[in-house]
């Protein structure tokens, strides 16, 4: 993993736009020079080269900047996150945990929590992680 480089970041952005404005030319200056800039289907192979490309470029930063939530079967160690927000009567917010942002559900939607509260991720259904709250110890 390359560090610093996060999923739809600032750079990972820049980084796609780069491929992208670098396929368009190269496609632009390859029609030109074959003096087929009017024809209709060499554009069309033009714009699926582009296309390709920038879906090849995509999944290369996925696999370069992975997210940093497994969960997988047996998996002992749950991750613990801190709620950003949501969650204020309703059992859906948001949390960061290892410094990504995630869309979370309660297990017990009868609890409430509040932004800087710590919670456990017990489970992951799609892009959406399912947590429960830390239980704070108190000292004496």
Same mark, same amino acid.
């Given at each position: 993993?390359?560090?610093?480089?996060?999923?739809?970041?600032?750079?990972?952005?820049?980084?796609?736009?780069?491929?992208?404005?670098?396929?368009?030319?190269?496609?632009?200056?390859?029609?030109?020079?074959?003096?087929?800039?009017?024809?209709?289907?060499?554009?069309?192979?033009?714009?699926?080269?582009?296309?390709?490309?920038?879906?090849?470029?995509?999944?290369?930063? &996925?696999?370069?900047?992975?997210?940093?939530?497994? /969960? +997988? #079967? !047996?998996? =002992?160690?749950?991750?613990? @996150?801190?709620?950003?927000?949501?969650?204020?009567?309703?059992?859906?917010?948001?949390?960061?945990?290892?410094?990504?942002?995630?869309? &979370?559900?309660?297990?017990?939607?009868?609890?409430? /929590? +509040? #932004? !800087?509260? =710590?919670?456990?991720?017990? @489970?992951?259904?799609?892009?959406?992680?399912?947590?429960?709250?830390?239980?704070?110890?108190?000292?004496?």
């Amino acid at each position: 993993m390359v560090h610093g480089l996060k999923r739809y970041s600032l750079p990972w952005w820049l980084i796609m736009a780069g491929m992208t404005g670098s396929l368009g030319t190269a496609s632009a200056f390859t029609l030109w020079w074959f003096e087929l800039l009017l024809n209709w289907q060499a554009v069309l192979l033009a714009l699926f080269v582009i296309i390709a490309g920038d879906l090849l470029a995509a999944l290369g930063l &996925a696999m370069i900047a992975p997210t940093r939530v497994n /969960l +997988h #079967p !047996g998996e =002992r160690r749950e991750p613990v @996150g801190e709620v950003e927000s949501g969650f204020g009567g309703q059992s859906h917010g948001r949390i960061r945990v290892h410094g990504e942002r995630w869309r &979370a559900r309660l297990r017990d939607g009868s609890l409430s /929590l +509040h #932004p !800087g509260q =710590r919670v456990r991720v017990t @489970g992951r259904e799609g892009l959406e992680l399912l947590v429960s709250p830390v239980e704070e110890r108190t000292t004496r």
